[in-house]
């Protein structure tokens, strides 16, 4: 088994903080084996981390979150960008045409971009897991949705704990059953649902900083794209 965090966000994110260096260094001391940084809407820092993780003992895994028409969607195991604002459908064949796999993060959390009152239940379940433990949360209801829907379906789980800083990787972790340390071997056993979810909350103030943080950036980010 080897244990992966595949929901991390660098400074390159709106709202992220940190270099990929200081995500690549806490994943080392909290244990893990791999590491996806999955920037909102970009991809250079994500290619960055993966090509120095093996100076930090890691795998790095190229990703990035998009922002589909519908909602958030990691993209893993991409190495380029899927650009924003595409429908979902569109969103994951596009994913799956540069060869990676399509995770819908917090898939019930309205307030944090999920998908599930965009798209049918089928198209939900077109996805390739679904995160059914994301850290950051307030009830824990948003998360036994998607635990749920995923049993249902019978559709791989993972868990992420969506790091806007470096101290939060590792929060929630994915352990992986596999003992190949290669992205590719990874994201195969995500995919075949060989895979159990570890993970425990964010504290709530961090949650509310990360969140207000973000906030100046989201505004220059949605002004640039008027003009």
């Known amino acids: 088994m080897l244990s992966v965090e595949l929901h991390a966000h660098s400074a390159l994110s709106y709202d992220g903080r940190d270099p990929v ?17 999955t920037d909102h809407d970009e991809i250079d820092a994500s290619l960055q981390a993966a090509s120095v993780a093996p100076e930090y003992d890691l795998v790095g895994i190229p990703g990035m979150e998009i922002s ?12 380029e960008l899927v650009p924003a604002g595409l429908s979902f459908d569109e969103t994951l064949d596009r994913i799956r045409e540069a060869g990676g796999i399509a995770v819908v993060p917090h898939p019930f959390q309205t307030s944090r971009h999920g ?4 798209v049918s239940r089928d198209q939900l379940a077109s996805a390739d897991a679904i995160e059914v433990y994301n850290s950051r949360l307030l ?3 948003a998360n ?15 868990a992420g704990s969506d790091a ?3 101290e939060m990787v590792a929060r929630a972790v994915t352990e992986v059953g596999t003992d190949d340390r290669s992205s590719s071997a990874i994201l195969d056993a995500v995919s075949e649902g060989r895979t159990s ?3 425990c909350r964010t504290p709530w103030r961090v949650s509310v900083r990360q969140a207000l943080s973000g906030v100046p950036r989201r505004v220059k980010h949605t002004v640039l794209d008027v003009f």
């Open 164 to 166: 806007h800083i470096a």
């Open 197 to 199: 979810v570890v993970g």
């Open 21 to 37: 260096e200081d995500l690549l260094e806490r994943a080392r001391a909290a244990g893990l084996d791999a590491l996806a940084v």
């Open 115 to 118: 998908v599930a009152r965009h």
């Open 139 to 141: 009830t824990g209801l």
């Open 144 to 158: 036994r949705k998607a635990e749920s829907f995923a049993t249902e379906r019978g559709l791989p789980m993972t």
């Open 68 to 79: 589909s028409a519908a909602g958030h969607v990691l993209a893993l195991g991409v190495e």
